[in-house]
């Protein structure tokens, strides 16, 4: 099993930055494929941002692309997302997930994540 708890959302102004956190325990870490996901009301989860193990391949959904940055540490069992110049559309729950296994190009799925976190609000005002 793998308890992930989100930190780091709130309330931001159309241009600012927020750094989300993801820690993560139950397994070791530094197996997991991580990612984040984003749900505005009303809407489907989208895929925002994936890292794997090592740190070494990112992937990004275009509409955060060049924005968003998404880190790990493993000797901290933490999975960070930087976002930058937000926009009110990004205002949306944000969720960490993780999974031991992912078949190739797969990792924007959410029904390939075998573990999710419980949300964080981002809210961005225009």
């Known amino acids: 099993q793998v308890q992930l708890v989100e930190s780091g959302g709130g309330l931001v102004q159309a241009g600012g930055s927020l750094e989300l956190s993801c820690a993560a325990s139950?397994?070791?870490?530094?197996?997991?494929?991580m990612a984040w996901f984003r749900q505005a009301p009303g809407k489907e989860r989208e895929f925002v941002a994936y890292?794997?193990?090592?740190?070494?391949?990112?992937y990004y959904a275009d509409s955060v692309k060049a924005r968003f940055t998404i880190s790990r540490d493993n000797a901290k069992n933490t999975v960070y997302l930087q976002m930058t110049r937000l926009k009110p559309e990004d205002t949306s729950v944000y969720y960490c997930a993780a999974t031991l296994t992912l078949n190739s190009g797969t990792y924007y799925y959410t029904n390939q994540y075998d573990y999710w976190g419980q949300g964080t609000q981002v809210t961005v005002s225009s």
């Open positions: 890292i794997n193990w090592s740190g070494q391949r990112q």
């Open positions: 139950g397994r070791t870490f530094s197996s997991l494929a």
